[in-house]
């Protein structure tokens, strides 16, 4: 356990200098938050996978060699012969690699730590990262299902469309089977087509995939106080690229009514759905007001950008 503690914290820090960078990008108003959404991938992937492909590109090559070490999978694992592994389609010196922030070890296989009081800290700790951990994930599964439970009664008004008098707020509701359910009071609302556009645009994105993923990633390292700072951003930036997806698809005049209903809407506070409320209103309202569609060329621009940075966030140290 203190061996997979002692990655996790790696994967937590360089994830957290990942995700600040994106923090700082996001501060860049020309970028759209549907950009935005997708570089928030980065810091996800750092979050979760403890691998990375080795390059000179990578950002990590411009840190000291003193405070940053980049350990080679063989290291790490006993590798298959030659032949018998997937691993073969790589260059002999296997550029499969994990990036050691602390380096609080001196070998991995087994794992010996520069002292031996390092190994009764990670031992302990490792074992309150785990008890709380979980619970952190039961309570996430029981609100979930508590919530589900709650929902039985919608009644169903066409497709996927229901309406319940147990909300407040309009939503999409699961994963698989995604339902889209409204209060009962908003049934004759007159800007109903343009809260189902919004909830269809979150199913077409498959935002409750990524707000789950993104809650069980901050349940996993809930140790680190950044992540919680990074799921409230990516919540939000989620409402607002689904906003931009919704305003790509109505002419000028309708947009205007788009932002009127949000004022409308009582905003929800619900964690496994995406509300047609659920970012602060008035930071919507003001990115509806200047939103603009990108051009072909910017978009593309935006692509390269994107892939860029990833590439270069991605990668480990050479």
């Not at 390092?118 to 609100?143: E, R």
């Not at 309009?170 to 609302?189: K, N």
Request: proline share 5%.
């Amino acid at each position: 356990m203190d061996v997979v503690f002692y990655w996790l914290l790696n994967m937590s820090i360089l994830a957290t200098a990942v995700g600040i960078i994106v923090l700082l990008i996001r501060k860049i108003r020309p970028i759209p938050r549907r950009g935005i959404v997708l570089l928030w991938a980065i810091p996800l992937v750092r979050f979760l996978v403890p691998f990375g492909i080795r390059s000179k590109f990578s950002l990590l090559s411009m840190l000291p060699r003193y405070a940053v070490r980049t350990v080679p999978i063989s290291e790490l694992v006993a590798l298959p012969a030659q032949g018998q592994g997937f691993l073969d389609v790589f260059p002999s010196e296997k550029p499969v690699a994990m990036t050691n922030i602390g380096r609080w070890a001196i070998s991995y296989r087994p794992m010996t730590y520069k002292v031996d009081l390092l190994a009764d800290v990670f031992d302990y700790a490792s074992f309150v990262w785990a008890v709380i951990a979980a619970a952190v994930l039961i309570t996430l599964t029981l609100i979930y299902f508590v919530t589900k439970a709650e929902l039985r009664g919608a009644k169903r008004m066409y497709d996927n469309v229901y309406s319940s008098q147990k909300i407040t707020s309009p939503a999409v509701y699961g994963i698989l089977r995604p339902r889209i359910i409204i209060p009962e009071h908003l049934r004759d609302a007159e800007g109903l087509d343009l809260i189902l556009l919004h909830e269809k645009r979150h199913i077409r994105r498959g935002d409750n995939f990524w707000r789950l993923l993104a809650f069980i990633t901050a349940a996993i390292h809930w140790f680190n106080p950044f992540v919680w700072i990074f799921l409230k951003c990516f919540l939000s930036d989620v409402e607002l690229a689904c906003d931009e997806s919704a305003l790509a698809k109505l002419p000028r005049e309708k947009q205007k009514a788009y932002a009127l209903e949000l004022l409308n809407v009582q905003q929800s506070k619900t964690v496994f759905a995406s509300a047609f409320g659920g970012a602060k209103i008035r930071t919507r309202i003001e990115h509806i007001i200047s939103y603009k569609k990108m051009t072909v060329f910017s978009a593309l621009l935006f692509a390269a950008f994107v892939a860029a940075v990833a590439y270069m966030l991605l990668t480990n140290a050479a």
